[in-house]
């Protein structure tokens, strides 16, 4: 049974860069899925981050591109998010989920399972 | 401001069945796949519908999807208390080439 769990600091200073960690157990890294990054504003809705192929391609949301940074270890089975800039505004819980993404035809079959239970991450000087 | 609508609050009573909208734009729902997810209060979203109505193994067959046109829906059946959560439309869209969720919608079992 595939498991994912978050690691990383919990608080984060203004300007500076969070950097999290997922840790995949119970299957690789290197099968061939994405692997995607999504976070929670507090008492907010869903919003994806990014998604890394096993490959080691990516895509990004095109709102936080430019600060967005995925990668993986494959000899650690994990994969991370670096988030640069950060301000209050990404104070969040974020989660990683294997991203199960498919284009058919011109259709596009994408949605993420299972989750990780989460880490909260507060930036805040 | 989410590019999928959905209501932000639903209820029914135990045994009653509920269903929750999700609008979009032929750029997502008209084009591509509707996921559903859930999310109890304290813990992680899980997947409930995939590719419009496909249920993940596990999930109870009270909870099915639909998909007509720029919409989709997420019916629930013989409602219990342990439905009460939050319930997130989400899928690709092409005009972001990204994946997009609805606001969410807090279902309460009354």
């Known amino acids: 049974q595939l498991q994912l769990q978050e690691s990383g600091p919990g608080l984060v200073k203004p300007s500076e860069t969070l950097s999290l960690t997922c840790t995949v157990s119970?299957?690789?890294?290197?099968?061939?899925?994405?692997w995607g990054w999504i976070r929670q504003p507090p008492g907010k809705g869903l919003e994806w981050i990014g998604s890394?192929?096993?490959?080691?391609?990516?895509y990004h949301n095109p709102s936080l591109k430019s600060r967005v940074t995925m990668s993986l270890d494959t000899s650690k089975n994990q994969f991370s998010l670096k988030l640069s800039s950060v301000t209050a505004a990404d104070t969040a819980m974020y989660y990683c989920?294997?991203?199960?993404?498919?284009?058919?035809?011109?259709?596009?079959?994408?949605?993420?399972?299972?989750w990780g239970q989460g880490t909260l991450v507060t930036v805040s000087s | 401001q989410s590019v999928l609508t959905q209501p932000p609050s639903a209820s029914g009573t135990p045994g009653q069945r509920v269903t929750i909208s999700c609008s979009g734009s032929s750029s997502n729902i008209g084009n591509n796949t509707v996921n559903w997810y859930h999310q109890l209060p304290g813990t992680a979203p899980k997947l409930l519908i995939y590719?419009?109505?496909q249920r993940p193994s596990g999930v109870p067959d009270r909870f099915s999807g639909s998909k007509s046109g720029t919409s989709a829906s997420l019916a629930i059946s013989g409602l219990q208390s342990e439905d009460e959560a939050d319930y997130y439309c989400?899928?690709?869209?092409?005009?972001?080439?990204?994946?997009?969720f609805g606001a969410g919608t807090k279902l309460t079992v009354l």
């Open positions: 590719s419009n109505k």
């Open positions: 989920a294997r991203n199960f993404h498919l284009r058919d035809g011109y259709i596009i079959r994408s949605w993420f399972d299972p």
């Open positions: 890394i192929y096993y490959s080691g391609s990516t």
């Open positions: 119970g299957g690789s890294v290197t099968t061939t899925y994405y």
């Open positions: 989400a899928g690709w869209d092409d005009s972001l080439n990204g994946v997009v």
